[in-house]
């Protein structure tokens, strides 16, 4: 049975006053893969180090592996298999010695320990490595070691640190792709922890978005993608466009035109949007060229980066900021030319305006 | 590349500094197994002057090898774990240790070993026993071995090695003998080397020590020099050569493997 962890009243202040995490409770499931985003020095890794007990919680907190109180307990005790963005593995020992080192502290015997090392070596296709040194291995091949070694012992739960972060993007790709399998098969409980949002799409049966030391939204990835909870989250998750504009009784107008079919739910208040200023966030479909007769908006088009099977332009004149709109890859567009667009509004990630911006 | 005026120029030079430095020691070596040095190599040569000093000095040479093996225990013991606090926790207060560590090495040997006189003079079995002298190289020796521990320690990222194998459920010793020290194995090593050939070597602070009855190697060498005839101080050079030449070797052995190590191209592919 894997296992799950439920933290309660977490927080995290480091000696020198740094206030890495405000209060927040997390639970995840047994067997689920967690993904943690959000960017860099958002506390990620300080969540991950606290569920390993390499980091222990400000008083009030308390963290539990299946009911079981582990929130004093240190990382020795936890069982838990960690992989390191640095990989962490030992340099005065092979490869097969890495990954039985922890099977033998648990005190497995000779026999049934070498057996288990050569399984694992195969599950993560480095069987023909066993006998090299670290430092004749190339990153991806010792990703590969750190991951045999951490699930080596059969952990509660696996914790797993940007692990892929220091491979090229078509290494990245394959590996996450492996990984993906391998949680799958292992049906262990793992937490992920990456900055990276493909990352996190592709492997997390949830993700948790990070904000400065706070949980932003926790969802599945199709409801981060479509149903940002707040402009942080959507323009973290690629909706970076924006917009401004009006509800009216129910309705959305941008600048003279008045669109009907919106989704004006607000998670945080728990309410529609009936009335008031509003900002828009989306992504490049929220947006899509169009002739003139039946464009809501033109702008001018600042830049063109081709894609392969689209073109993307970069238009200002639409947004406060420049947006971005997709086009075919064949049209031949300028610099500086005009273009005619229509709103797909139910495309469109509707907030409240904050009075601080717009 | 042609060869030019420059380049011999300056393998003259090279092979004329060369010889300022080897002859002396040739000459010296040789005047240990000659007869007569005043008659010159015609004399002939012999072994009489080694087994002579032998025969005088044995006891010194044999309490150098031992204070020398004990400086190297004692060294091991107090100076790896310094490091690794010192690594590993790094303070103020550390960092004060550090630098008080590292006095003995800068104030001449003389005046630490009057600190020490002065200090524990009036313990008379302490201060006639071989273990004073021993405090002495102790003092002395302790910062080489606890800065080339650190160094090496400084480097391997010990944190992340450290929470890997907690990870994996091994504890604080488990970790530091398992992990820690075979990785800090070139350090150590290099250390070890530095820590046995300065207290075979060291004069300063062991002359002023030293009492009739502990007299090392490098004292009773001072003593030959003043007091025997030339032939069996230099004889008694030759079995000091003899001893510290290995080990002067093998630390230059070890300085060059780390560095073709450092050096060495990561030719692994990302295949996988
Ligand atoms: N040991 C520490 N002492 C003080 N501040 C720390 C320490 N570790 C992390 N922090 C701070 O806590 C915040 C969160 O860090 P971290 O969890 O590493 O972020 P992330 O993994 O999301 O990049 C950052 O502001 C970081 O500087
Ligand atoms: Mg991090």
């Known amino acids: 049975m894997s296992t799950q962890i439920r933290l309660r009243n977490c927080a995290k202040t480091f000696a020198d006053g740094t206030r890495a995490l405000a209060p927040f409770d997390l639970t995840i499931e047994g067997g689920e893969t967690i993904v943690l985003l959000g960017p860099s020095g958002c506390g990620k890794t300080t969540i991950l180090r606290m569920i390993a007990g390499l980091e222990f919680s400000d008083a009030g907190g308390v963290i539990s592996f299946d009911g079981d109180d582990v929130t004093r307990q240190s990382i020795e005790k936890r069982r838990v298999g960690m992989v390191f963005q640095s990989y962490a593995l030992f340099p005065n020992m092979t490869v097969a010695e890495n990954v039985a080192y922890g099977l033998k502290v648990h005190g497995v015997p000779g026999k049934e320990r070498d057996a288990r090392v050569d399984a694992m070596l195969e599950m993560m296709h480095i069987d023909m490595l066993a006998d090299r040194r670290i430092d004749q291995l190339s990153g991806g091949q010792r990703q590969r070691v750190a991951l045999a070694r951490a699930i080596a012992v059969q952990p509660r739960v696996l914790l797993l640190d940007e692990p892929l972060t220091a491979l090229d993007a078509k290494l990245r790709v394959r590996l996450r792709t492996e990984i993906n399998a391998l949680l799958r098969k292992l049906g262990i409980t793992a937490v992920y922890v990456t900055h990276d949002q493909e990352e996190a799409m592709a492997l997390g049966d949830r993700i948790v978005v990070m904000q400065k030391g706070e949980i932003a939204q926790i969802g599945t990835p199709r409801e981060i993608y479509r149903k940002p909870q707040n402009p942080f989250v959507a323009d973290f998750v690629g909706a970076a466009n924006r917009m401004t504009g009006q509800m009216r009784d129910g309705r959305l107008h941008i600048g003279a035109h008045v669109f009907d079919a919106v989704d004006a739910f607000d998670p945080r208040h728990g309410a529609i949007i009936d009335q008031g200023a509003v900002e828009l966030y989306f992504r490049a479909d929220g947006l899509s060229p169009c002739d003139l007769d039946e464009a809501h908006f033109t702008g001018r088009v600042e830049a063109v980066s081709y894609l392969g099977e689209r073109l993307r332009l970069t238009v200002s004149g639409i947004g406060p900021q420049a947006v971005t709109i997709d086009t075919h890859a064949d049209d031949v567009i300028e610099t500086g030319a005009d273009v005619h667009c229509r709103v797909n509004a139910d495309r469109l990630t509707v907030f409240p305006a904050v009075a601080a911006h717009s | ?272």
């Not at chain 2, 002396?24 to 000093?53: C, D, H, I, Q, Y």
């Not at chain 2, 150098?64 to 100076?79: E, H, P, Q, R, Y």
């Not at chain 2, 009057?114 to 302490?126: F, Q, R």
């Open chain 2, 1 to 272: 590349m042609r060869r030019d005026w420059k380049f011999y120029s300056q393998l003259g030079l090279t092979i004329v500094l060369c010889l300022f430095i080897v002859v002396p020691v040739v000459m010296s070596a040789l005047a240990g197994v000659t007869v007569n040095v005043f008659k010159g190599l015609s004399s002939g040569l012999t072994l009489r002057w080694v087994f002579e000093v032998w025969d005088l000095y044995a006891q010194s040479i044999l309490l150098s090898l031992g204070i020398a093996m004990a400086c190297l225990v004692v060294t091991l013991l107090a100076g790896v774990p310094l490091a690794y606090v010192l690594v590993r926790r790094p303070s103020r207060m550390m960092r004060l240790f550090e630098e008080l560590l590292t006095l003995p090495v800068a104030i001449p040997g003389l005046a630490l070993a009057l600190a020490l006189l002065i200090t524990y003079g009036g313990v008379s079995g302490y201060r006639s026993s071989w273990l004073f002298i021993l405090t002495g190289h102790v003092l002395f020796t302790l910062p080489f071995m606890v800065r080339s521990v650190a160094a090496v320690m400084a480097a391997m990222d010990m944190k992340m090695l450290e929470e890997g194998a907690a990870s994996l459920g091994a504890g604080f010793w488990r970790r530091f003998f398992g992990v820690i020290v075979p990785n800090a194995k070139p350090g150590i090593l290099a250390g070890a080397l530095m820590v046995v050939t300065l207290s075979i070597g060291e004069f300063n602070l062991t002359w002023m020590l030293h009492t009739p009855l502990t007299k090392t190697l490098p004292v009773g060498l001072a003593d030959a020099y003043a007091s025997m005839r030339l032939e069996i101080g230099s004889a008694y050079t030759l079995i000091f050569f003899v001893l510290i030449m290995p080990l002067l070797i093998a630390m230059q052995a070890l300085a060059d493997r780390g560095k073709r190590a450092s050096r060495r191209i990561d030719t692994a592919e990302d295949t996988l």
